[in-house]
């Protein structure tokens, strides 16, 4: 009888070592994909910052230079805008597409006032 006890404690403690152990690789698996998710994330709020300066930068020019038409890129802290400007004033539409990490961003600004102050509208594409 006392044979048998040992056997079922003995089970008993390595059934739950196994759980433990399994819970703990589980644990360390997830926060690896976590880990890759934030990072993720970061990037990805990254090139959005990108696309937002570049569409700061684009705004100022269009506000210089009312009758602005043009396209080309930006280079920004390891990341590029490529860009066009189009519209008659006070109507335009800048087409923002930023790369960075290899994630794109889009945005359109539309504007519909350029003088005394900037309005626009701000899009950000899937």
């Known amino acids: 009888?006392?044979?048998?006890?040992?056997?079922?404690?003995?089970?008993?403690?390595?059934?739950?070592?196994?759980?433990?152990?399994?819970?703990?690789?589980?644990?360390s698996v997830s926060s690896g994909f976590a880990g890759n998710r934030i990072r993720s994330d970061a990037q990805s709020?990254?090139?959005?910052?990108?696309?937002?300066?570049?569409g700061e930068q684009l705004l100022m020019q269009v506000r210089n230079n009312t009758a602005l038409v043009t396209s080309g890129s930006l280079t920004y802290n390891g990341g590029t805008c490529t860009y066009t400007v189009a519209g008659t004033s006070p109507n335009k539409t800048i087409t923002i597409t930023a790369?960075?990490?290899?994630?794109?961003?889009?945005?359109?600004?539309?504007?519909?006032q350029v003088s005394p102050t900037i309005t626009a509208s701000w899009v950000e594409a899937s």
């Open 45 to 54: 709020a990254q090139v959005r910052m990108l696309a937002m300066a570049c």
């Open 99 to 112: 790369t960075q990490n290899n994630l794109n961003r889009k945005m359109t600004i539309t504007t519909t």
């Open 1 to 27: 009888m006392t044979s048998n006890r040992g056997f079922v404690f003995l089970y008993l403690v390595l059934l739950i070592a196994s759980v433990t152990v399994a819970f703990a690789l589980a644990s």
